[in-house]
């Protein structure tokens, strides 16, 4: 794998003059949201968790030079695409369409294969799936917390250290079987932090695992406004439509189905007035919620 840049050339932070430094070739920034996507150039090689700094091209004195827009960490590699969530600090402006990119590590990458039992469970990364264990990681070096999860079993959360270039396997036990109950509970936590795929995917584990009356009836309407509404959110985070918004058009998705399993017609006007705020143009509220 090619050495990745340091990071001394890019020490800039929001509001600070541009420095005269050379522009990047790693990539180009294509898509922008909570989750950016970069188009790379040439790179072979992206690991996870390596970081991906974006500039804004400015022209100083007849010479073109980089401000620093974002820090990012790539959680996705799929060549010649990757992509990357901002670092929570320090404040800077955010990634745009056009912004060149560059790719940093601490040092040469490492394959870390993770394990479990029982097998083929989800690999997940500060919540960003990674995909199931058993999948080998070319991974940048540092410390990870992962968690692994599977229908029936509670989730596992464990820490693991990856060296700098090196082969490193992992085994995880997941614990014993969830119930309906918990499964349903972690599935409102995914909603109320708007991860809507997982919050559907755990809401059918629950009524799949025993859920009865009342909480079956919540479990289902969780699950069934989650069907609609993940692939329109993962659309609209694609378009760059801000995330506010796209957690405003969940939550009233969620209204929509509860009013039309109480076939209470003014939840529902409520419910589509707020979609048509939040998201206007998305093909998924249009259909459903027609002026």
Avoid: N
Wanted: proline fraction near 7%.
């Amino acid at each position: 794998m090619r050495a990745l840049r340091p990071l001394f050339w890019c020490l800039l932070l929001a509001g600070t003059a541009a420095a005269q430094v050379p522009l990047p070739t790693d990539g180009t920034v294509t898509v922008v949201g909570d989750v950016i996507e970069v188009d790379l150039d040439g790179v072979a090689e992206a690991p996870i968790g390596a970081r991906l700094l974006t500039l804004r091209t400015v022209d100083i004195g007849g010479r073109e030079v980089g401000v620093l827009t974002g820090v990012y960490r790539i959680v996705r590699d799929e060549w010649p695409i990757v992509r990357a969530v901002p670092e929570p600090e320090p404040p800077l402006p955010g990634a745009a369409r056009g912004d060149r990119a560059s790719l940093q590590t601490d040092g040469e990458a490492s394959e870390l294969v993770i394990t479990s039992d029982p097998e083929d469970a989800r690999l997940m990364w500060d919540g960003h799936p990674l995909g199931a264990t058993g999948d080998t990681l070319t991974i940048a070096p540092g410390t990870y917390t992962f968690s692994i999860e599977k229908a029936g079993f509670e989730p596992t959360t464990f820490e693991v250290e990856v060296p700098v270039g090196r082969i490193r396997s992992e085994s995880v036990t997941l614990g014993r079987p969830a119930g309906g109950t918990q499964l349903f509970e972690s599935a409102k936590a995914q909603f109320a932090a708007c991860e809507f795929a997982r919050a559907r995917d755990l809401a059918s584990e629950a009524v799949t695992a025993g859920l009865a009356g009342e909480t079956r009836a919540a479990a289902f309407a969780l699950f069934e406004a989650m069907r609609r509404f993940a692939p329109a959110a993962d659309r609209a985070r694609r378009m760059g439509a801000d995330a506010s918004a796209i957690c405003d058009a969940g939550s009233a998705m969620h209204l929509l189905v509860k009013g039309e399993a109480a076939d209470d017609e003014t939840m529902m006007r409520l419910a589509c007035e707020d979609m048509r705020r939040a998201l206007p143009d998305d093909p998924l509220v249009r259909q459903t919620c027609p002026e």
